[in-house]
């Protein structure tokens, strides 16, 4: 956290909010409590004297996640900073300090792992996960270098015309070991140690060269993950993926998701204007999930929304969830966006959202996502059809 605002503010600003974090967990302290920088921006606090000691460091945890996490306003700028804790408890969790130490530590790459802003105690197990999961990032590491990744795809149908109209690149890694491991348990940590950038890199220039070989009036579909914003040369690098491999804009769609807007800053949004300026479709993913809130749909505008698959799961079941998505594709229709639903299984869900008025859809039903070799762009509406 320093780090990040020393490089992008400078020393002195990063000087002046270590300070005001050290005056507000002063603040904080009680007269037992002991609290010591351990270096860079880690602190650790002893609390002693509790007759109930869990509940005693959940609420000094909460404390700090306010205190600490509220806004710092520092020569002009507005700096937030996230924080994650790792709590261990004596003699339960350790006799000693060194011991004791450890396992806060590991608490709090816990904690730190699964989207910081929040506390976790020290459980038995979680030494040998951190190693699992250690292991697996160093794998992660070496992955690209050896072959590791393969680009499958998913069909996209025309709800119109039940042609497939597009494909969505959908990342599968090959492990050694483990075999075929599906993207939730890697994207994750690939984010987390940056990994995503060349990886999403690799991706979108494999998957443009396979792409050029398709029926002229096939999309393909890629997604982006936020952190690939952070890295400044997003436009250049889609920019040479499509120059290289010949692919035309207008045939590749990016998907994101709400968080790239949350971000809160223009930067995020303006580099979604250069990328719609090169011509490239701009794809509003897993909508229906998270804070979901129209107010993103006037923030950008978007090409086209994905319904995520809880709301076509429920369809079937709940009318709020079919009014839900009906009125988003009205919305659509009037704004002139796309929507396709996501994840869809049963003729009943496919029946519902073409009521609904989805222009397109996409899931098991159709295919499920395949190696490039076995993609056949003829195949899925004859299955539906012969369904
Ligand atoms: P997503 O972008 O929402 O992708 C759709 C996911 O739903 C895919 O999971 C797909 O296999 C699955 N799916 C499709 N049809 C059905 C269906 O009928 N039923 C059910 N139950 N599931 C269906 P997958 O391939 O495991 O990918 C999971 C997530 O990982 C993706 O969600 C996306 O967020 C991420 N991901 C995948 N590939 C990439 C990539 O190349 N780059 C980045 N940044 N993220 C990726
Ligand atoms: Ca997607
Ligand atoms: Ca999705």
Known sequence: MFKAVNDSLGHPVGDALLKAVAQRLRRLMRETDTVGRLGGDEFAIIQIGESNQKEAAIGLANRL??????PYEIDGHEINVGIS?????????????????????????????????D???????????????????????????????????????????????????????????????????????????????????????????????????????VNLSPIQFRNGNLVEIVTDALAVSGLSPQRLELEITESVLLQKDAGNVAVLHQLKNLGVGI?????????????YLRM?????????????????????CAAIVAAITGLGRSLDIQTTAEGVETEEQFSLLCAAGCTQAQGYLFSRPQPLSALDFKRPTAKHEAA
């Open 119 to 221: 506390f976790r105690f020290f459980e038995a197990d979680m030494d040998t996960k951190i190693r699992l999961r250690r292991a697996l990032e160093v794998d992660l590491r070496n992955a690209i270098a050896r072959n590791e990744f393969e680009v499958y795809y998913q069909t996209v149908i025309d709800v119109s015309t039940q042609n497939t109209c597009g494909a969505e690149a959908l990342i599968r890694w090959h492990h050694p070991q483990r075999g075929l491991i599906a993207p939730d348990t890697f994207i994750p940590l690939a984010e987390e140690i940056g990994l995503i950038v060349p990886l999403g890199e690799w991706i979108l220039r494999n998957a443009c060269a396979d792409a050029v070989n398709w029926p002229a009036d096939i999309k393909l579909a």
């Open 85 to 117: 804790i790792g709590i261990a408890l004596a003699p339960f969790d350790g006799e000693d300090a060194d011991i004791l130490l450890k396992n806060a530590d590991l608490a709090l790459y816990r904690a730190k792992s699964e989207g910081r802003k």
């Open 300 to 320: 950008f505008p978007f090409d086209k929304i994905k319904i995520d698959r809880s709301f076509v799961a429920e369809m079937p079941n709940r009318a709020d």
């Open 65 to 70: 996640l306010e205190t600490i996490g509220a």
């Open 283 to 295: 794809v509003l993913d897993d909508f229906g999930t998270g804070y979901s809130s129209l107010g």
